[in-house]
C-alpha cells in the first residue's frame, strides 16, 4: 500500500508544515510529487507560483522527470528551480516544462530585472546543478543522457551561497490552479510548500511512495466513433497485478466512463480500444491502474478529438459558394483587418457547453487545439470574481447559438489571451462583484483582447459595469475587429485605486490595424475610445452618447475616422482631440456628426486629406444613418435583448445622462432564465449554420 503526505501552502509568502518521514533525495522510482500552483507567471521582474523547496548552502546538482503539467494556458510551466530568496522579485534560474512538453531554460539576473530565456525542446528530464559560482541547465528524454543547456557564471546570474532549492509550478492565469507531477528527484529533499506572490489561491503539494505509475503513451486509429489509447504500466508499486484502463468523457461533460481493461502482473505497454464516441468532439483521456492491493494509479489527463466523416458532404441547400444570410448589420465580423477564423472549416471539433456554469465554459475555451464553441442552453454564467481567459489560439465562441434569452457572463473579465478567435452575441458584466473598498485586483476590464494578440474579433458583443475600461484592445496587437458591440455604463466612482474610472475603450500602445465598426458608446466619462500612443485605428460609424471626453488621440497615432455620431457630450473639449502640441496625432476626418456645441476636431490633431489606413472592402455608412442603424443592431441579441440592454439603448435614443457607481443602482446582476435545446451542428456548412445561428438572433425580420 502506498505512503501518502500532505501540505498545502497557507498563503503567499507564509511556510507550510515540514513534510517527515520521506526522503525525496533518494526516493524511489514510485514516488510520485503532485503540485497544485496559481499565479499570472514566472516570468518578467517578478513571480507567481507554488514552491516545494528547501534552504541549501554550497553546490548542488538536482535530477527530476516532469511527467506532466496540466494545459491551463500556453506558458503554464514547471520545473526545478533555485532562487536567491522567496521574495517574488528575486534572482533564480529555472528549467522549465510547458504542458507540450517542450523544456527550456529561465532566469532572472538579478533583483527585479527582466527574466531571460534560452533554449526549447522536447524533453521530460530536468537537472539543475550548481558548481562554485557556476549553475548548469540540462534536459534529456533519458535520464543519464543530459544535454547542457545554459551555463550561467555570477555574472549571468546573482545568488548567495544559501539559496532556496525545490520544484516551481504556475497557471500562468490568476486565480487558477495547474497540476504539475514529478517523479524520480534527486538531490534535494524538499520541507515546506508555500505560495510566493500573487497567486489568488492556495496551492499544495503531496508525495506519494510505494505507488503504482502509469502514463498515456499515443493515441491512434482515431475515428468518427473510436479510438485506440497505448498506455504504459512503469511500475506496479509491490503488487502482483494490475487491471488497466482508459477513462475518457466529452469536454466539458462532467462524468468519466470507463473501457474495458486488460491485466497486466508485470510492467509493460498496453492498449485499449474506445468506442461509442460522438463525432467531430474533443474528449479528456487517461489511462488507470487498479492493483490487486487496492491502489490506483491515474496518468495525466490528455485530449484527442474525433473525425468528421461527412466534412465532404455538404448538407445545406443553395449553390456551392453559398455563404450563408449577410448579417442584419452593416458591418459583418471580416470587415475589418482580421480575418474572421480563417481555420474554421467541417472538421473544425465542436464542444457543446450544456450547463450555465464557469466550470464548463472554462473547460470548452481551454482545450489547447481549434474548437468551436456552441451552448445547449441559456443563463447566467457567474465566474466567481476571476477571469475569464481563452488562452490558446483558434477559438470561436458562438453565443447566436444559445436559446433564448442567451448567455451573460457576470463577476468576471473575459481576457482574449491568444490569437485567430472570434467572440460573438454574448454579454459580459463584470460589476464590483461586492467589494465596497478599492482594491487593485479588482480594477479590470469587462472585456478585453491581451497584449500582443492577433487576428481576433469581437462581434455583437455586450460589455458593462467595468472597473476601469469596458471594452479595450491590448498593446502591441494586430489585426482586431470591434463590431456591433454595446459598450456602456462603466462604474464611474466604483473600486478603482485611482478614484473615478468610467471609461468606454483604451486602444494599447503600439497597436495596429484596429477597426471599431458599428458600436455604441454610452453612459461611460472617458475613452471613446482613446488610441494610446503607436496605435493604427479606424473609427467608423459609431454612437458616443453622453461623454466627458470623446475620441483621445496620444502622439505617434493615425486614425481614419468616419461616419461617427457624437450625441450629447459634457464638456467643452472637441469630439475628436489630442494633448497640446502633440502634432504627431494623424486622422483623417469625414462625415462626422455631433449635437454638440464643441468643435469635431482640436487644433491639436493633424488633419489630413487622405485615409491613413482603411481595411480593403470596408463601406462606411452615412452618418444621417448610423444612430438609427447602431440602436437596431447592436449587443449581443438585438433581437433577445435582456432587459439591461434594452434600458442602455432606451436611454441613448432619449438623450439621458447619468453615470452609475455599481451595478446595483440599475437593478444588480442579472439571473437569466435557463432553457436548453439540442443542436445538430451542420457537418458540411459551418459557417452557413453559424450566420443563420446569427442572423436569428440579429433581427425579427
Given at each position: ?418 490569437n485567430d478567435c472570434v467572440v460573438q452575441h454574448v454579454r459580459v458584466r ?13 480594477a479590470l476590464d469587462t472585456v478585453n483582447t491581451a497584449d500582443e494578440t ?100 496620444d502622439p505617434d497615432t493615425d486614425a481614419s475616422i468616419e461616419g461617427n ?137
Amino acid at each position: 500500500m502506498n505512503r501518502r503526505t500532505f501540505i498545502r501552502a497557507i498563503g503567499a509568502g507564509s511556510i507550510g508544515a515540514a513534510i517527515t518521514g520521506l526522503s525525496t533525495g533518494t526516493a524511489a522510482a514510485a514516488t510520485v510529487i503532485t503540485m497544485e500552483g496559481g499565479g499570472a507567471d514566472i516570468w518578467g521582474t517578478a513571480d507567481a507560483f507554488h514552491y516545494y523547496h528547501e534552504q541549501v548552502s554550497g553546490d548542488f546538482d538536482v535530477v527530476v522527470r516532469n511527467t506532466g503539467v496540466e494545459d491551463t494556458a500556453t506558458w503554464a510551466k514547471a520545473g526545478p528551480m533555485v532562487r536567491d530568496s522567496l521574495d517574488p522579485a528575486a534572482a533564480n534560474v529555472m528549467v522549465r516544462r510547458r504542458s507540450d512538453g517542450e523544456a527550456s531554460v529561465q532566469y532572472r539576473p538579478s533583483v527585479g530585472a527582466e527574466t531571460q530565456s534560452t533554449g526549447g525542446t522536447q524533453a521530460d528530464w530536468l537537472r539543475l546543478a550548481r558548481d562554485g559560482d557556476t549553475v548548469r541547465t540540462y534536459h534529456s528524454t533519458e535520464n543519464g543522457n543530459w544535454t547542457l543547456v545554459e551555463e550561467l557564471g555570477a555574472s549571468d546570474v546573482d545568488l548567495g551561497d544559501s539559496v532556496y532549492l525545490g520544484l516551481a509550478v504556475t497557471s500562468h492565469v490568476t486565480g487558477t490552479l495547474c497540476t504539475a507531477t514529478f517523479q524520480d528527484l534527486s538531490g534535494v529533499s524538499p520541507d515546506t510548500a508555500q505560495d510566493v506572490g500573487d497567486v489568488q489561491v492556495q496551492g499544495s503539494t503531496s508525495v506519494e511512495s510505494g505507488v503504482p505509475l502509469v502514463s498515456s503513451d499515443e493515441v491512434t486509429d482515431v475515428g468518427d466513433h473510436s479510438a485506440t489509447v497505448t498506455g504504459e504500466l512503469t511500475d506496479l508499486g509491490g503488487a502482483a497485478s494490475a487491471e488497466c484502463y482508459v477513462e475518457y468523457r466529452e469536454v466539458p461533460t462532467a462524468d468519466w466512463e470507463q473501457s474495458g481493461s486488460t491485466t497486466l502482473t508485470e510492467t509493460d505497454t498496453f492498449s485499449v480500444d474506445v468506442g461509442g464516441l460522438t463525432a467531430r468532439r474533443y474528449y479528456e483521456f487517461r489511462v488507470v491502474a487498479d492493483t490487486s492491493d487496492g491502489d490506483t494509479a491515474r496518468g495525466v489527463t490528455n485530449v484527442f478529438n474525433t473525425t468528421n466523416p461527412a466534412a465532404d458532404r455538404p448538407d445545406h441547400a443553395g449553390p456551392p459558394d453559398y455563404a450563408g444570410p449577410e448579417s442584419a448589420s452593416q458591418f459583418e465580423p471580416g470587415d475589418g483587418f482580421a480575418e474572421a477564423a480563417p481555420w474554421l472549416d467541417e472538421e473544425t471539433p465542436v464542444v457543446k457547453i450544456r450547463e450555465p456554469t464557469r466550470a464548463q465554459l472554462q473547460k470548452a475555451v481551454r482545450v489547447n487545439g481549434e474548437r468551436l464553441v456552441v451552448f445547449e442552453t441559456s443563463g447566467t454564467v457567474d465566474l466567481g470574481v476571476r477571469d475569464l481567459a481563452i488562452p490558446f489560439d483558434r477559438c470561436y465562441v458562438a453565443g447566436q447559438t444559445a436559446p433564448s434569452p442567451g448567455v451573460t457572463l457576470v463577476k468576471g473579465r473575459l481576457n482574449l489571451d491568444a490569437n485567430d478567435c472570434v467572440v460573438q452575441h454574448v454579454r459580459v458584466r463584470l460589476g464590483d462583484a461586492g467589494f465596497d473598498e478599492p482594491n487593485e485586483e479588482w480594477a479590470l476590464d469587462t472585456v478585453n483582447t491581451a497584449d500582443e494578440t492577433e487576428n481576433n474579433v469581437l462581434d455583437h458583443v455586450s460589455a458593462s459595469w467595468s472597473v476601469d475600461e469596458c471594452l479595450s484592445v491590448g498593446y502591441n496587437t494586430h489585426n482586431t475587429t470591434v463590431a456591433n458591440c454595446l459598450v456602456g455604463e462603466a462604474l464611474n466612482d466604483s473600486v478603482h485605486p485611482k478614484g473615478a474610472h468610467g471609461y468606454g475603450s483604451l486602444i494599447g500602445n503600439g497597436a495596429e490595424n484596429v477597426a471599431l465598426l458599428g458600436n455604441v458608446w454610452a453612459f461611460n466619462t472617458d475613452r471613446h475610445p482613446r488610441l494610446k500612443e503607436g496605435t493604427e485605428s479606424v473609427v467608423v460609424n459609431n454612437v458616443i452618447h453622453d461623454f466627458e471626453d470623446g475620441t483621445w488621440m496620444d502622439p505617434d497615432t493615425d486614425a481614419s475616422i468616419e461616419g461617427n455620431a457624437y450625441l450629447d457630450p459634457n464638456t467643452d473639449e472637441a469630439n475628436v482631440f489630442a494633448e497640446d502640441d502633440v502634432e504627431t496625432a494623424i486622422a483623417h476626418l469625414a462625415d462626422n456628426y455631433t449635437n454638440g456645441d464643441v468643435p469635431m476636431v482640436d487644433d491639436d490633431v493633424t488633419v489630413v486629406d487622405e485615409r491613413p489606413l482603411w481595411p480593403d472592402g470596408l463601406e462606411a455608412m452615412s452618418s444621417d444613418d448610423t444612430v438609427d442603424h447602431n440602436l437596431a443592431n447592436v449587443g449581443a441579441r438585438p433581437a433577445d435583448r435582456t432587459p439591461t440592454d434594452e434600458r442602455i439603448l432606451e436611454n441613448v435614443e432619449e438623450g439621458i445622462r447619468y453615470n452609475i457607481d455599481s451595478q446595483a443602482e440599475v437593478g444588480g446582476y442579472p439571473e437569466l432564465e435557463v432553457n436548453t435545446h439540442e443542436l445538430d451542428v451542420s457537418n458540411g456548412a459551418t459557417r452557413v449554420w453559424l450566420r443563420s445561428w446569427a442572423r436569428e438572433v440579429e433581427t425579427t425580420d
